[in-house]
């Protein structure tokens, strides 16, 4: 039959949750922390200052025009390098595991929390849509968990729902004597609750 599958990669074993923090781009179930590459961010911190210079400029003078156009390239440069470095990791992510799960993000239901900001600069709609797209296009798994489900909280060893810490608290210990990263034990349960899910 002459379908989709003739783009499928061959099957591997590897599974992996993904959590989408406020500390990385993305921690994977099996530690791994992504953060966005230092030209992207140097890029985006060079936008905000030719914004700012804009928004300095009279208005109607040809100094507020040229500083526009200068925003304008700016932005579309952060756009493609944040594109092309989003197309390599999902495939990446795509190529290396069987299945792929995330939280399901709510970007409207966030901004009105502090988190909103990062969410929006991230990307992180446009990053899960790519895993989305490129799993159904080379026969992977792709499932995004219930975004209330307490993956940060819950201990991934006993499953334990801890008590909630501050985001500043980069790890915890449960009960049960289990020491966690907060990232990466949410993506673990990412994973589990993945796997149950779907
Ligand atoms: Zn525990």
Partial sequence: MQTSDDEALPPVDAEVGIDLGPTHFAVLSDGTKITAPKFLRRAAHRLKRLQQALSRKQRGSNNRKKAAVKVARAHAQVADARRDW???????????????????LCVTGLARTRLAKSVHDAGWTSFTGMLEYKAARYGRT???VDRFFPSTRMCSQCGRINEKTALGVRSWTCSCG?????????????????????
């Avoid at 289990?178 to 779907?198: C, K, P």
């Fill in 86 to 104: 989003q197309h390599k990791l999902s495939t990446q992510i795509i190529r290396d595991n069987q299945a792929v799960y995330v939280e399901d």
């Fill in 142 to 144: 792709f499932h995004r």
């Fill in 178 to 198: 289990a020491v966690h990263d907060r990232d990466v034990n949410a993506a673990i349960n990412v994973l589990a609750a993945g796997q149950a899910e779907s």
